[in-house]
C-alpha cells in the first residue's frame, strides 16, 4: 500500500520535475528548492507579521476594526503587508506539504534520516498552531468559525474543565485578555517552530535554508502581484448571536475544519492521529536497508579532510592523529549517520585504481562496494563490452539507468572517484564513459550530481584530470523512471562516440558538439565538452 | 531559448503557481449548514449535589484519625450527575446523565451540544434534575421561540439566581 502509493508519487513528481528542470534548469528549478523556500516564505511572514503588529489593536472591540483600518486606509503598503502575511503563510504550507510528500516520494526518510523526517512532524502541527491562531486574530466571520470549531474539536479532548467553546456562545463572554493570549501564542509559536526548524536541519551537510537569489526575487515580484490582483480582507465583523455557517475558508490552513462536521470530531482526532503515528513510524518500517559505514584506513589517510567536506550527512569528522603519522588530524566516520553512499571514496585522494598495491586499498572504503571490488568490475564489463564504439557505464542505484545489464552500479555515482575515469580510457578499457545519476534535481544522495559535476569541471578536488578526452566522457541525469531517456542518451552518445572512434581521441569544440547535439539531441554532456 | 524568455516563462509560472495558491486561500466558500437553518446550542457548566449528605464521626472514628487530619465531619467529595433533558419542537432533541468531571468526579457536569434546525417557530423545553431525587426535575424552561435563518440560539444554565437562560 505504502509502497504504491510512493510509486504513484514518484511517477507524479518525475513528470512534473523534468519540464520544470528545462525550463528553471536544477539551480532554480523550485522542487529542488522547496525547503530553502521554505525558510523563504517564514522570514517573509515574519517581517511582515512584524509590520503589521505596529497597526494592530489587542482590544476585542478594537481588533477587527484595526485590521480592516490597515486594510483599506493603509492598503498601499500595510494591506499589501496584509497579503504578503496571509499568502506567504499558505506558501509555507504549501512547501512544507510538497517537501514531505516529494521526501517520501524518493524514499528519503530510512536510515540516518530518520531524524530530519521525525523532526519534520512537529513543524507540521506548530505551523497550523501558528496559522489557526492568525485567523483568530482578525475577528471576523472566519475567525468566529475557525474559534469555534477549533473550541469544539480541543473541548473534544478530556483536558479542560469548562468547554473553551462556551467563550464564543454569546457577546459579554469574551474579553480582551483573550485577544492578548491569542497574540502571545501567534507569536510564541512561530518562535518555536523557528526552533524546530532549525533541529530539523542540523544533521543535514549543507543545508538550503535560503533560495538561489534569482528564484527570491520573482517569488517576491509574483507575491506582490498577487497581493495587488487578490488583496487578502476580513469576511464581516463576527457577530456572537449569528453562526458562521458560511465562510471563505483557507483550504491550506483548515481543510481538516470540514471534516468536523462530516465526520465527527472523535474520528477527526483518530485520523490525525493515527496518520501522524503512522508518518512517526514510517523510517522503522520494512524494507530496512541498512549497508556497512565506511571504514577509514589510516595508513591511507592523510587527513585532507576531502571526505569530511563532501559527506552529504555529515558523518565523518576530522581528529586529532591517533597512528604518529606526520599528520595533524585523521578521519572518523559517526557510524549512525553513515548512509555508505560512497561519496567520500570519490573525494578521497587515495582512491586511485592506478596503484598496483597487491589489494587496492584506499583511505576510506566501503566494506561492502570497496573501490577494489569496483574496479573489478569495471575490468570485467569492460572485457565483456565487445560492440565498437565501446561504452562503459557506471549508474546510480537510484538512476534511469540502475536497472540496466552490463553497467557497473554505485551507490551514489560520487562514489566513483574521476581517477578511475581516467584509468578507463588511459588503459583502452572503453571508448568512452557514461555516467549515470539520479535526475539532476533530484539526487538520491544530495549532492552527489553536484559534487560529480564539479570535480568533472575541475572546480571541486579531485579534479579530473586534463590529459582525460572530455569528449568522452558523459553525463546523464535520469531518475529511475526515466528509462527509456536514459537508454536515448546512452544511444545519442554511442552515436557520438562512433563518430570519434574514427580519428585518435582528440578535443572537439564546443560548437561542433553543439551543432551535434542540435542534430540527435544526444545528452547534456555536449554542452560540457573543452575545446 | 534567450535567457529574457527564459526568465519571462520563470515568472509566468511562479506567477500562475502564487495566484492558484490566493485563489484557495477563501475559495471555494463553504458552507456548514444547509440554507435556511439556525443553531440551537445547548451548553451549561454546572455541578450536582454531593453524592452523600456528611455525617457526623463517632468520637472513636475521630480517635482514628491522624491528630493534623481530625475532623467533625465526613463529608464525600463525588458529584451526583446531572440529567438534563431537551425538546426542540414535538421532540426530545436530548436527553442524558451528565457524569461529573475530574478524576474524583467532584467536578461540575458539562455539556455543549449543537442542533441545527430549519428556522421556524419551536416550542423550546429545557429540564434538569441535579439532586437525589429521582422523578420530576429541579429546574425547567420553556418557551416558543423564532428561530431565524443562521441565527445562534444559546441555551445556558445560570446558578445564581439559578435558572436556565435562553438567550
Known amino acids: ?531 | 531559448m534567450s535567457k529574457a524568455l527564459r526568465v519571462s516563462g520563470q515568472f509566468v509560472v511562479i506567477a500562475a503557481l502564487f495566484a492558484g495558491v490566493a485563489a484557495f486561500a477563501n475559495w471555494p466558500v463553504y458552507r456548514q449548514t444547509p440554507r435556511g437553518s439556525a443553531v440551537v446550542v445547548l451548553t451549561f457548566v454546572h455541578g450536582a449535589d454531593r453524592r452523600a449528605d456528611c455525617r457526623r464521626l463517632t468520637a472513636e472514628e475521630i480517635a482514628k484519625l491522624p491528630p493534623n487530619m481530625r475532623r467533625v465531619q465526613d463529608c464525600p467529595r463525588g458529584r451526583r450527575p446531572v440529567y438534563v433533558e431537551l425538546d426542540l419542537g414535538k421532540d426530545v432533541a436530548y436527553r442524558a446523565s451528565l457524569a461529573p468531571t475530574g478524576i474524583a468526579g467532584d467536578g461540575p457536569s458539562r455539556v455543549y451540544q449543537r442542533f441545527v434546525l430549519p428556522a421556524g417557530q419551536y416550542h423550546v423545553a429545557a429540564r434538569m434534575r441535579d439532586t437525589a431525587r429521582s422523578e420530576g426535575f429541579d429546574y425547567t424552561r420553556q418557551e416558543k421561540i423564532a428561530l431565524e435563518p443562521d441565527q445562534m440560539f444559546v441555551i445556558d444554565f445560570r446558578a445564581e439566581p439559578a435558572g436556565f437562560v435562553f438567550r
Open chain 1, 1 to 531: 500500500m505504502i509502497a504504491l502509493a510512493r510509486a504513484i508519487l514518484r511517477r507524479g513528481f518525475e513528470l512534473i520535475e523534468r519540464p520544470f528542470n528545462r525550463l528553471f534548469g536544477p539551480a532554480l528549478n523550485p522542487l529542488a528548492q522547496l525547503g530553502a523556500l521554505g525558510f523563504f516564505f517564514f522570514w517573509i511572514v515574519a517581517v511582515s507579521g512584524i509590520y503589521l503588529f505596529i497597526f494592530f489593536n489587542t482590544g476585542i472591540e478594537r481588533a477587527y476594526e484595526s485590521v480592516e483600518h490597515l486594510t483599506t486606509a493603509y492598503w498601499f503598503h500595510a494591506g499589501v503587508m496584509r497579503s504578503f502575511h496571509r499568502y506567504a503563510s499558505d506558501l509555507l504550507v504549501v512547501m512544507v506539504v510538497v517537501h514531505l510528500l516529494r521526501e517520501f516520494a524518493y524514499d528519503h526518510y530510512r536510515g540516518v534520516r530518520w531524524f530530519s523526517w521525525l523532526t519534520g512532524l512537529p513543524i507540521i502541527w506548530l505551523l497550523y498552531t501558528s496559522g489557526i491562531t492568525g485567523y483568530w486574530l482578525v475577528w471576523d466571520k472566519l475567525a468566529h468559525f475557525v474559534a469555534i470549531t477549533t473550541s469544539e474539536l480541543l473541548d473534544w479532548l478530556p483536558i479542560f474543565g469548562e468547554p473553551i467553546a462556551r467563550n464564543f456562545i454569546a457577546t459579554g463572554t469574551l474579553t480582551s485578555r483573550f485577544f492578548t493570549l491569542m497574540v502571545f501564542m501567534h507569536v510564541a509559536v512561530p518562535l518555536f517552530l523557528l526552533f524546530i526548524m532549525w533541529v530539523h536541519i542540523l544533521r543535514i551537510s549543507r543545508p538550503k535554508v535560503n533560495p538561489p537569489r534569482m528564484l527570491a526575487a520573482m517569488s517576491l515580484v509574483a507575491l506582490a502581484g498577487v497581493s495587488l490582483w487578490n488583496p487578502a480582507l476580513s469576511q464581516g465583523h463576527a457577530d456572537l448571536t449569528k453562526a458562521p455557517v458560511e465562510v471563505g475558508l483557507d483550504w491550506f490552513y483548515l481543510p481538516v475544519y470540514p471534516l468536523t462536521n462530516i465526520w465527527g470530531k472523535g474520528a477527526v482526532w483518530g485520523f490525525l492521529g493515527a496518520f501522524f503515528l503512522m508518518l512517526g513510524l514510517m523510517p522503522w518500517l520494512p524494507p530496512l536497508r541498512r549497508a556497512k559505514p565506511a571504514q577509514v584506513d589510516l595508513a591511507h589517510c592523510n587527513g585532507c579532510a576531502r571526505c569530511a567536506d563532501d559527506c552529504p550527512y555529515e558523518a565523518i569528522r576530522m581528529v586529532a592523529r591517533t597512528d604518529g603519522m606526520p599528520f595533524p588530524t585523521q578521519a572518523q566516520v559517526n557510524p549512525s549517520l553513515c548512509v555508505s553512499c560512497g561519496i567520500c571514496v570519490g573525494a578521497c585522494p587515495s582512491s586511485t585504481p592506478f596503484r598496483r598495491s597487491t589489494e587496492l586499498r584506499t583511505g576510506i572504503d566501503l566494506p561492502d562496494r570497496s573501490l577494489r571490488m569496483l574496479r573489478e568490475r569495471v575490468v570485467a564489463a569492460a572485457s565483456a563490452t565487445q560492440e565498437a564504439p565501446r561504452l562503459l557505464i557506471l549508474a546510480c542505484d537510484h538512476g534511469g539507468g540502475a536497472a540496466h545489464t552490463g553497467i557497473v552500479t554505485l551507490p551514489c555515482v560520487a562514489m566513483a572517484p574521476p581517477s578511475l575515469i581516467d584509468f578507463i580510457l588511459s588503459r583502452n578499457l572503453a571508448d568512452g564513459v557514461a555516467v549515470a545519476g539520479c535526475a539532476e534535481s533530484a539526487c538520491y544522495h544530495r549532492l552527489g550530481a553536484a559534487w560529480t559535476r564539479q570535480r568533472f569541471d575541475r572546480t571541486r578536488d579531485p579534479y579530473l584530470r586534463t590529459r582525460v578526452a572530455r569528449e568522452r566522457v558523459a553525463t546523464i541525469w535520469t531518475s529511475a523512471l526515466e528509462v527509456k531517456r536514459f537508454e536515448k542518451e546512452v544511444a545519442a552518445f554511442r552515436r557520438f562516440l562512433a563518430t570519434l572512434s574514427a580519428a585518435p581521441p582528440r578535443p572537439v569544440a564546443i560548437s561542433a558538439m553543439a551543432a551535434s547535439a542540435a542534430a540527435d539531441r544526444p545528452m547534456q554532456p555536449s554542452a560540457q565538452v573543452e575545446s
